[in-house]
């Protein structure tokens, strides 16, 4: 799993925005999570570029499992979707409601995920 470890306005979080190595399973979140806790940090951004195209498509059931790991550890996740074709029917439905809570959430630009994260 490729990731940056990012400090800013002294705090640190894990950037995920590999194309080469996408998450593609519950495996992935757990090395992302491990990640975590070798940096010190329970805050990970991760880019589009960086998820299946599964993750998107809610059927799949990837989003969730993904999610639920990350939840579990009690890691703070913004997901960074620049594309608004991946933001329709059930998947936008699903980002207005998680939008709403403090463990994920999906923003249109890395500044804005950055300031969620220092106001966390």
Same mark, same amino acid.
């Given at each position: 799993m490729d990731y940056a470890v990012i400090e800013k306005n002294n705090r640190k979080?894990?950037?995920c925005a590999s194309v080469e190595t996408p998450i593609r399973?519950? =495996?992935d979140a757990l090395d992302l999570i491990a990640a975590c806790f070798e940096n010190d940090t329970n805050l990970v951004?991760?880019?589009m570029q960086a998820l299946?195209?599964?993750f998107f498509r809610l059927g799949t059931g990837l989003a969730g499992s993904i999610l =639920?790991?990350?939840t579990n550890y009690h890691i703070n996740v913004a997901a960074v979707i620049?594309?608004?074709q991946k933001m329709k029917g059930k998947f936008k439905e699903f980002s207005a409601e998680s939008n709403k809570g403090n463990s994920f959430r999906i923003f249109d630009s890395k500044?804005?995920?950055e300031n969620w994260f220092l106001s966390l």
């Amino acid at each position: 799993m490729d990731y940056a470890v990012i400090e800013k306005n002294n705090r640190k979080y894990i950037e995920c925005a590999s194309v080469e190595t996408p998450i593609r399973n519950e =495996q992935d979140a757990l090395d992302l999570i491990a990640a975590c806790f070798e940096n010190d940090t329970n805050l990970v951004m991760i880019h589009m570029q960086a998820l299946t195209e599964d993750f998107f498509r809610l059927g799949t059931g990837l989003a969730g499992s993904i999610l =639920q790991k990350f939840t579990n550890y009690h890691i703070n996740v913004a997901a960074v979707i620049t594309d608004s074709q991946k933001m329709k029917g059930k998947f936008k439905e699903f980002s207005a409601e998680s939008n709403k809570g403090n463990s994920f959430r999906i923003f249109d630009s890395k500044n804005e995920a950055e300031n969620w994260f220092l106001s966390l």
